[in-house]
T-cell receptor
Framework: DAKTTQPPSMDCAEGRAANLPCNHS???????VYWYRQIHSQGPQYIIH???NNETNEMASLIITEDRKSSTLILPHATLRDTAVYYC??????????????FGKGTSLLVTP | DTAVSQTPKYLVTQMGNDKSIKCEQN?????MYWYKQDSKKFLKIMFS???????INETVPNRFSPKSPDKAHLNLHINSLELGDSAVYFC?????????????????FGSGTRLTVV
């Protein structure tokens, strides 16, 4: 699986957009980019995923560069409840019987009042 | 509520004891997992079962034995507990991907079991 690189920590003011970058320069053509987050003392939570097109859902937007070597997770209006560790993960799309998520160190996002 | 539920939430036990953690999902997913999160907060996969069949078995001591009586349940039994087993253990499930599945919502995790070995 391709490895990802994320900044260890970021701050964001409440109400502002939080832009979390991720580098995955060794990503291969059949690998998706997934984002999860883990709020303190809770289980990780799925946020969004994409292959090559930009994606948006009720939680966030995912912008993937054209060469797919990096992506950015955007929380459009960060709230204090978005304070969490955010993980960028790549995995193959052909895992029909289950797949391991390789969590790295993630980015610890602190949303401040 | 549809969810992945695991019990107990907290488990404090002495070294050498045997303990089990139970996990159940009512999401209709085909695959279930156990992850371990150590004191440094790294999340690592331990096991994965697909329709009661073991498909992922990482380098985990033989003292850890998963058991899947059906595809909605994946229990974790730990023999002869050691201090280093202290961690938070997360159960998760995911649907099988394929043409029949139009939407992938990734994994759903349980809320974790904090195991403390004293």
């Amino acid at each position: 699986d391709a490895k990802t690189t994320q900044p260890p920590s970021m701050d964001c003011a409440e109400g502002r957009a939080a832009n979390l970058p991720c580098n995955h320069s060794t990503i291969s053509g059949n690998e998706y980019v997934y984002w999860y987050r883990q709020i303190h003392s809770q289980g990780p939570q799925y946020i969004i995923h994409g292959l090559k097109n930009n994606e948006t859902n009720e939680m966030a937007s995912l912008i993937i560069t054209e060469d797919r070597k990096s992506s950015t997770l955007i929380l459009p209006h960060a709230t204090l409840r978005d304070t969490a560790v955010y993980y960028c993960i790549v995995r193959p799309s052909n895992s029909n019987s289950g797949y391991a998520l390789n969590f790295g160190k993630g980015t610890s996002l602190l949303v401040t009042p | 509520d549809t969810a992945v539920s695991q019990t107990p939430k907290y488990l404090v036990t002495q070294m050498g004891n045997d303990k089990s953690i139970k996990c159940e999902q009512n999401l209709g997913h085909d695959t279930m997992y156990w992850y371990k999160q150590d004191s440094k907060k790294f999340l690592k996969i331990m096991f994965s079962y697909n329709n009661k069949e073991l498909i992922i078995n990482e380098t985990v001591p033989n003292r850890f034995s998963p058991k899947s009586p059906d595809k909605a349940h994946l229990n974790l039994h730990i023999n002869s507990l050691e201090l280093g087993d202290s961690a938070v253990y997360f159960c998760a499930s995911s649907p099988v991907l394929g043409r029949r599945l139009r939407v992938d919502y990734g994994y759903t995790f349980g809320s974790g079991t904090r195991l403390t070995v004293v």
